[in-house]
């Protein structure tokens, strides 16, 4: 076990990084229990209280969209890319399966809306366009939109389901 | 042939959920409609060809595809476009009704329609 130079034989070290919120405090079996429990549930308070302060860590979109893209998923599925756009038209995220620009899903999602809006159906949640090539299901996920572009092969259901989860994921994650 | 069509609408906007339903030309002017819901038909024919447009130009933009069919999930219901032949069908139906099974219904209409108007 690493020694902690400072703190040996010190507890008032000891708790005094405790009181800094450092999580880890390395010490040999001789210095551990030099911390009183009273003193160690103390630092565990001010670190717990530490970490309500300090902001979350952000989760990144490679990071959630992975179980979409890897292995199996885009293997086997038909799957053919996963794009992020924000309402603007500038993508955030996009997998290069296609090589095609995700531009258009902004494009598409405000004609979507307007459409909508138009005719008093109300708030745009998702929408599909079949092609002969493929299909292409975009969801809206906040101040993005997600769009999922997949070979005829895939079945219509679970494009939209797939494309749902990540937009609910997306807006989760606030990214 | 109005008539035709008009009854195959009709048939169509039996099945459950569904508020109505159009055959609209390419440049937005209504062949026939059947609607349960107090819209102007004329209106709806004209947005629905915009929105096609619109899908067929993104389509075009990423690889020239036609385009088939297409839906638009909204919190007060549902919108679904099939291509059929030079005309577009649109049926406005009820939100949470089985898309999958409207859409075999439309399948069926849309051919019908295209034999029709051939």
Redesign the interface.
């Known amino acids: 076990m690493k020694k902690v130079e400072r703190a040996e034989g010190d507890a008032d070290a000891l708790s005094d990084l405790c009181r800094r919120g450092i999580s880890k405090i390395y010490a040999c079996r001789h210095c551990k229990p030099m911390l009183s429990s009273t003193e160690r549930k103390e630092g565990e308070k001010r670190r717990s209280k530490l970490a309500e302060i300090l902001p979350e860590k952000k989760v990144s979109t490679r990071r959630i969209l992975r179980p979409y893209t890897k292995g199996k998923f885009r293997k086997n599925s038909g799957m053919k890319g996963i794009w992020i756009v924000g309402r603007e038209g500038l993508e955030i995220f996009s997998t290069d399966g296609t090589g095609?620009?995700g531009a258009?899903a902004a494009?598409?999602f405000e004609?979507?809306e307007?459409?909508?809006r138009?005719?008093?159906?109300?708030?745009?949640?998702?929408?599909?366009?079949?092609?002969?090539?493929?299909k292409v299901y975009l969801a809206d996920a906040g101040y993005a939109i997600v769009m999922c572009w997949s070979d005829r092969t895939m079945p219509?259901?679970m494009l939209r389901k797939t494309t749902l989860e990540i937009a609910e994921e997306v807006e989760d994650h606030g990214l | 042939m109005y008539d035709e069509v008009h009854e195959i609408l009709y048939e169509l906007d039996r099945s459950k959920g569904v508020l109505g339903s159009l055959v609209v030309s390419e440049d937005g002017m209504l062949i026939a409609s059947d609607l349960k819901v107090d819209m102007d038909e004329e209106v709806v024919a004209a947005l629905g060809a915009t929105i096609v447009r619109r899908f067929r130009e993104a389509l075009s933009r990423i690889g020239g595809d036609p385009f088939i069919e297409g839906f638009i999930e909204a919190s007060g219901g549902n919108l679904l476009f099939s291509q059929a032949g030079p005309n577009v069908l649109i049926v406005l139906t009820e939100r949470g009704i089985n898309i999958g099974f409207a859409r075999l219904k439309i399948e069926e209409a849309r051919r019908k329609i295209e034999e029709v108007l051939k």
Do not use: A, D, T
Request: aromatic share 6%; glycine share 20%.
């Open positions: 095609k620009s258009f494009f598409l004609s979507m307007e459409g909508s138009s005719m008093n159906m109300g708030k745009v949640h998702g929408g599909l366009i079949v092609s002969p090539s493929g219509i259901g």
